[in-house]
């Protein structure tokens, strides 16, 4: 069964400075890999995804994610965090085999922006 | 990029009613939809996988029952909770995937509580 994990609950940087959010994965073969961005009572917003070939995706509002196979991470990065960054953020797993396939997510990363 | 709408998205109900929620894909259409919910601090938790034209499939620990799941169209699902307690609060976020099924597009998410 395929599984994330992010070890970083919370998270607090300053405005402007660089940003990295860790994700771990657990799965058979190479998954399909996402990074989610939710603001409180919102749903979800799709940053970045990878599926195959270059393993630095870039996404938007600045971000981008590299996906490491020797290290099962897929850690998601920004060289400038803004305080509009200030969200919670998922990582999830997908399965290529075929199909409709069911996404999921890790207990997410609470980010908070400091002045 | 696809759009993916729920209503209502905050509803209030006493203990021992029924609500009805429903999500809607508004410009492609979704024969599998899936329904999440997420309580405080935590993750997003699979509860159903909704087809269309056929039963939906429930994850392990969730009650068919309680969570009637109706996939009316190719662009709607609707999830009711029957009667509904207070541990029943939490909020219910509903995705559809595009036609490629390589990723999903999540609705903004509906806060139930239940009083």
């Known amino acids: 069964a395929q599984s994330v994990t992010q070890p970083d609950i919370h998270i607090t940087v300053s405005e402007g400075a660089s940003l990295e959010l860790r994700c771990n994965y657990s799965y058979g073969a190479t998954p399909y890999l996402f990074w989610y961005v939710q603001s409180p009572g919102q749903g979800l917003q799709l940053l970045l995804k990878y599926f195959s070939g270059d393993t630095l995706v870039q996404g938007i509002k600045g971000f981008e994610a590299e996906f490491k196979r020797s290290q099962s991470s897929f850690n998601l990065r920004k060289p400038s965090v803004h305080w509009s960054d200030a969200a919670e953020y998922f990582c999830?797993?997908?399965?290529?085999?075929?199909?409709?396939?069911?996404?999921?997510f890790g207990i997410g990363t609470k980010l908070q922006v400091i002045p | 990029g696809a759009v993916v709408s729920q209503h209502p998205s905050r509803v209030i109900c006493k203990s021992g009613t029924s609500v009805k929620i429903e999500c809607r894909s508004l410009?492609?259409?979704?024969?599998?939809m899936f329904w999440y919910r997420q309580f405080p601090k935590q993750s997003l938790m699979l509860m159903a996988t909704s087809n269309e034209g056929s039963k939906a499939t429930y994850e392990q620990g969730v009650e068919k029952d309680k969570f009637l799941i109706n996939h009316a169209s190719l662009t709607l699902s609707t999830l009711t909770v029957t009667s509904a307690h207070p541990e029943d609060s939490s909020f219910y976020i509903c995705?559809?995937?595009?036609?490629?099924?390589?990723?999903?597009?999540f609705g903004p998410g509906t806060r139930l509580t239940v009083l």
């Open positions: 410009d492609f259409q979704a024969t599998t």
């Open positions: 995705s559809a995937p595009t036609g490629g099924g390589n990723e999903q597009f």
């Open positions: 999830a797993v997908g399965n290529p085999s075929g199909g409709y396939q069911k996404v999921t």
